[in-house]
């Protein structure tokens, strides 16, 4: 691709900045909010009944299962939530064996943009939606950048068992309307197709921005290089580079918002069960929002998220919402820059 083209891009971003404030139409999401509350509020309060709150990553992690086949019916979204669950677990897991081993930055930077590639190649192959590695690739990193209290067993069951939770509230409907429709057949992907090197490319692209993103939060000190690490792979699960950039601009100034809401709630320095109430109820609005606005999305869930680190591991406030804001800015701008430069193979007829 010429100089020109690639300054033709760069022009694109202040283009569609224009489209930041406009809310996509409704789409039933009161629904798939409702089984997202459900199926992270049930386990967070099983674990304050028992008095472990702390352990609320672990469940977290897990119901974002039911973000997963939002739009299908009963079959294909077991199958779909099925596969999710596992990448899901599978990168919780990762980021806790790093935990328990004590791993330092660098290893984490390695080890996550290995996982950002295979997360991708798995999630392109399956067709995951919301597309893209990102909840996995930010489970791992967040698991490994707080102490383990538990045995790693019993972290990764705790996840394993609320993403087997989400899976049996995304079916429930069926005891209702009885409606079994077979799953579609999947799109037949040759090893030499366009569409498989595409696959290829948005992996390559993954594991570029990822590990920019994790050297220079490493070498800028940063308290949590994982943040940067995932906020550089947003923008990237768009389908096209358009919404990439959207994305990623969505994601700096949704998370900017949150940390505001974030900062007004840490305030008055409520009581660990208070904290898990309100992430249960942030994560509604979350979901609610995220096919329409995903800034307004990101207003909801980064407090959501740091509420979650801080039940796990608590740190300074104010370095909390400094180190969010800035790694969220440093990754999301790499993430749009890679997917400016790195361009996917064009996608013939017969592919």
Known sequence: MGLAAKISDVRQVFKHAKEVARIGPAQSDHLPALRVGLSVSVPLLVLLALGRPELSIYAVFGGFTAMYGRND????????????????????????????????????????????????????????????????????????????????????????????????????????????????????MT???????????????????????????????????????????VPLAATNMKS?????????????????????????????TTLTVLLMVLLFPTELFMMRHYGLAMMFFTPAILLMSQLAYPISRHVLVTDRAIETLVGASIGMAVAILVREPKIGPRD
């Open 244 to 272: 990439r950039i959207l994305r990623g601009i969505h994601r700096v100034i949704g998370t900017l918002a949150g940390i505001l809401l974030t900062a007004v709630i840490l305030l008055p320095e409520f009581d660990r």
């Open 191 to 233: 090893a030499d197709s366009a569409r498989s090197r595409a696959v290829r490319v948005h992996a390559a692209r993954y594991l570029i921005a990822v590990v920019i993103a994790g050297t220079l939060g490493v070498l800028g000190g940063a308290g949590h290089a994982n943040w940067t690490m995932a906020a550089a792979a």
């Open 73 to 188: 019916t009963y079959r294909p979204r077991l199958t779909h939530q099925g596969r999710a669950a596992l990448l899901l677990t599978s990168g919780l897991a990762v980021g806790v064996l790093l935990s328990v081993a004590r791993a330092q930055p660098w290893m984490l930077v390695i080890v996550e943009s290995l996982f950002a590639v295979a997360g991708s190649l798995a999630a392109d192959r399956m067709g995951l939606r919301p597309s893209g590695p990102f909840y996995a690739i930010f489970a791992l990193g967040a698991c490994a950048s707080v102490p383990t209290t538990i045995p790693f067993w019993l972290a990764v069951g705790i996840c394993a068992a609320s993403a087997a939770f989400s899976i049996v509230v995304g079916v429930s409907g069926w005891v209702r309307n009885r409606t079994w429709s077979p799953a579609p057949a999947p799109e037949a």
